[in-house]
């Protein structure tokens, strides 16, 4: 079967791995070429699908844009591994450099308390689309000898969360990998999936759905925010039934708990409600 792309979509991927806003990231082909083939789809004359790709490719990449260096950063840990000795005020310092984490960090206890309080102390992890959620390990309270793997489409970030995973959390494993268009495959207790499902939906509609089914987890914790980032508009609503759908047609059960701006859901095995 031939899987190469037509040239068009080629260049494509070509032009965006070699832009200066994403160069740094090497973003895997893969994932690239996945947002390549959808915008075909949905577009007819070149300059129309080079539009639709970029919108998609901004859609999913640009809320993770932030000013962190992580060529920087890994020197830094490599050159001054003393500033690991607060390791909590090291990841809180980088956290709040990054939109999603900083949001999280007023309520960051209670929002794993709550976790752990509903699934107890896993063996196991997978962290989807994990942006710079790993920071939070400092607060997340693994089974011993657990195991923690990272996935994300951000080659220098993965980079990044590797070294730090080195030098402080030896259980912990950063892996470069689309999870839309290969979810891992590796049996785990439980997977993380933290304020990303609403944009996998915006990159395809019934892609959470997808990617529950093809895991093979015993809980899927997946959290979404329950306001916009203005903060006038309370989401809560719409990402319950966003969720709600993903797990419909499947024989899963639900559980929903709201901890400050985020709700989590907790879907499991069992009798569809």
């Given at each position: ?31 690239l070429a996945d947002l390549a083939r ?72 209670k929002f794993f308390n709550t976790i ?120 809560e609503s719409y990402h319950t039934q ?32």
């Amino acid at each position: 079967m031939k899987t190469s792309n037509p040239p068009d979509l080629n260049s494509l991927v070509a032009a965006v791995k070699e832009s200066k806003k994403y160069r740094d990231m090497n973003l895997p082909d893969a994932f690239l070429a996945d947002l390549a083939r959808q915008a075909s789809l949905t577009a007819g004359k070149p300059h129309e699908i080079h539009a639709v790709f970029r919108k998609m490719l901004h859609n999913v990449i640009a809320p993770y844009l932030e000013d962190i260096d992580y060529k920087d950063e890994i020197a830094r840990l490599e050159n001054s591994p003393s500033i690991l000795s607060d390791l909590p005020n090291y990841c809180l310092e980088i956290m709040r450099r990054h939109a999603s984490t900083r949001e999280r960090i007023p309520y960051l206890e209670k929002f794993f308390n709550t976790i752990f309080l509903e699934i107890g102390a896993p063996k196991s992890v997978l962290d989807l689309a994990c942006a710079l959620d790993p920071l939070c390990l400092p607060w997340i309270r693994l089974a011993e000898e657990a195991t923690f793997t990272a996935y994300d489409v951000n080659g220098s970030r993965i980079s990044y969360l590797q070294c730090l995973f080195e030098l402080t959390f030896p259980f912990a494993e950063a892996i470069q990998q689309d999870i839309f268009v290969q979810p891992p495959a590796q049996h785990a207790d439980c997977a993380f999936f933290f304020k990303e499902a609403h944009r996998l939906e915006k990159r395809q509609p019934g892609a959470t759905a997808r990617l529950i089914k093809a895991l093979d987890v015993g809980v899927v914790v997946l959290s979404l925010p329950a306001m916009d980032l203005t903060r006038h508009h309370s989401l809560e609503s719409y990402h319950t039934q966003l969720v709600e759908k993903a797990v419909r047609s499947s024989n899963k059960t639900c559980k929903k708990i709201k901890v400050e701006d985020e709700i989590l859901f907790f879907i499991r095995e069992g009798a569809s409600r």
